[in-house]
């Protein structure tokens, strides 16, 4: 018996570590596979650029073709992220102890694509662009660098950030893939000059724009990294709709299509390539939420704003809709398995985020009675005119409205009059959308704070205490003390006030040919778009 | 009652009778003559039922998802399957068939009649009044169809009663077309000019003498826009520039995620496919018998 029990042991052993050493050894072949130069990588862009330039727009079009051509001062390291390295910057920098001044020390022989170098000067004009814009010039994400007191460039390779105030998330809004750097000389002539021509330092150099239909770029030699890129050309195609994207990559017309597909598209590009498909699957840092219009009645009364939140079963629609849409994960103010992220059993205790519904939609029921809202009221859901995933949200979301007594009539609008109307207040109840290049408090709750603060607050409403909350948190280096204050904030955002209200956070899918290698999703669909890594096999 | 009071009313109802048969007679001989369009007609009156009925006829909430049961195939109890919210197909059919005719009939209605005005005022005053008319009409002749249904609804944006609108205005020139060429001959008839020496009013010349002999075409053309509309409502919405979800709309059910579930689950998009083709089908029959039982030339023949 013995020897028997010895020899079963042996071939448990050796199964197990065959089994182990299986995935282990395909991802150690994936890691030191040679990347192989050359080739032309063709991939699809679900829409066009309003303009060329970064600081201004907010739109993953602009992104996707542009990444290429430039650099930032820090970047998100896609192997890791969020772990933050030196783009144009070094990988060290330093901070003062009153956590005030932040040093970067520029990497020597960067060179901008008409063979001029890139020094601290061009890092200064450009975040002075983006934080102190001249008059006429936008600049989007402006608010996000009020801490910032000044930029000096001491030396050509010395660039030092004084900022007013501690802030947590400084050193990650650096990393923001919308601040290209660009040539201080062009912006001192002309600060819009970027809006319609591109002069980057990235790891490739414009060739060709044809509006509507394509845009290309070819290998820069000057890059600084001298084994970047390994691809010769990329070939952005600009298709608007879903169906003839998904028709783009399952052709081989386009290899791949960054931004990401829903469950449906997926299982048709899967089906067509077998063997040559790979998925890549990762939470996406957007959300999907309810934003009331607090200045009309009744929804200036708290208790409807709490009753429309209770009505809608977020736990089923993530179980229903992850099936037909880009929406999958409940979660608060924070992505479900980020950092920030209040864990189930406190989000459970918000309203809207219990798992018994039914006690949830008779504790909204009994609130519309009290705040005299009658059965049947009726009013407008405005949402924009996209199908995934706005419209497939606006219908679950009119369908719970329904099953506490509200008779809701759908406006699905054009991006312009949609957003207009928004920022006019001429709406009752909107489907918003709010999506960002990293999971950071500072920038997830902009959208709540007072509209007087924060132009992205769609709701109409004004609330110090929320300001105050913001404040604080921003502030605080302490993560536990952070926390707390954030906790505190989103309970009143979405239990005690409710409004605005997240209605489920999104799933990013990247079905693409086995053929695109070096490319690794992040939860951001703006992160990791420049391609210096990415390689034909 | 008085013996003089019931004489009167069974003489009113051995008239209405008299009526009824009558009307059965011509259907009869309608159906008879012209069988596709009585086949056609048909159609119309199950599809005028399904909508007058739908609350009663249709097993299921056409708005209620149930997300157990989603993209399940024709089975026992959804004859025609659910959509990809588990909503019951042939449901939101029965209940789209109240959009596609409230949508065709008050868009055919409108621009019918609106056109033939036009077009028989036009006729009537003739010189200048004409020759503006004309060339406006002209104008929106000179646009397709859906271009213009689709220009209407950018400016005024989606919704019902704007998607009705938009349908509608394309309507009215080529109803105004057809009824100035009739009206045109008949301006010239002596019972007209018998009507102005009487010294009667453009407005009950127009009203009263003209517009009822333009009926016949004006009966063929307002058939003919319904199939057209019924059409066009589907093509808006399938663009999603008609009406909106969760609406039930035949047009809106072969858009969205019936496009993109089309090889998983067809039948989203066949079933409500096959009501649009029917329904245009109907009304291009009966509206083809109609304009043959009207037209004296074809009758002669």
Known sequence: MRPMYRSTRLLVLTVLLLIAALPVRRSFAAQTEKPRYGGELVFAVGGTPPSFDGHRETTFAMLHPLAPHYSTLLRFDPQAYPKIVGDVAEDKWTVSRDGLTYTFKIRKGIKFHDGSDLTSKDVKATYDKIIFPPEGVASARQASYGVVKSIEAPDPYTVV??????????IANLASPWNFIYKADILAKDPRWYEKNVMGSGPFVFVEHVPGSYWTGKKNPNYYMKDRPYLDTFKAIFVRDTAPRVAAVRSGQALIEFRGFNPAAQED????????AVVQESPWICNLTVTINSEKKPFNDPRVRRAMSLAIDRWNASKALSKISLMKYVGGVFRPGSQFATPEAELTKLAGFRKNIEASRKEARALLKAAGVPEGFSFTLKNRNVKEPYEVTGIYTIDQWRQIGLNVNHVMQEEGPYFNDLRQGNYDAAIDFACDFMDEPDLQLQKFLSAKKSPLNYGRYNDEVLDDLYDRQSRLTDKAERLKVLRQFEKRVLDEQAYQFHILWWQRIV?????????KITPSHYVNQDLRDVYLK | MTMAQETARAARTRASGRRIRAWLRVALRFARRRPLGAAGALIILVMLAAAVLAGFIAPYDPLTTDYAAMLQAPS??????????????????????????IVGFCASFLGAS???????????????????????MDL????????LALVVVAVLGTGTLNVILAIMVPMIPRAALVARSSALSLRETPFIDAARALGFGHARIIFRHLLPNVMAPYLILLTAFLGQAILLEASLSFLGLGVAEPVPAWGLMLSGAAV???????????FPGIAISVSVFAFNLFGDSLRDALDPKLRVS
């Open chain 1, 269 to 276: 590009i899967v089906k067509t390539l077998g063997k040559e």
């Open chain 2, 76 to 101: 026992a109890p959804h004859w025609l399957g659910t959509d990809a919210f588990g909503r019951d197909v042939l449901s939101r059919i029965i209940y789209g068939s109240r959009t596609a005719l």
């Open chain 1, 511 to 519: 079905p693409h040919w086995t053929k695109v290698q070096g490319w």
């Open chain 2, 140 to 147: 929106l002749l000179s646009f397709p169809l859906i271009v």
């Open chain 1, 161 to 170: 950030f004084q900022l007013k105030q501690i802030s947590a998330s400084f």
């Open chain 2, 260 to 270: 993109e579930f089309a090889e998983r689950a067809p039948w989203m998009a066949i």
């Open chain 2, 114 to 136: 609106l056109g033939t005005v036009m077009g028989v005022a036009s006729a009537y005053f003739g010189g200048k009044t004409d020759l503006i008319v004309q060339r406006f």
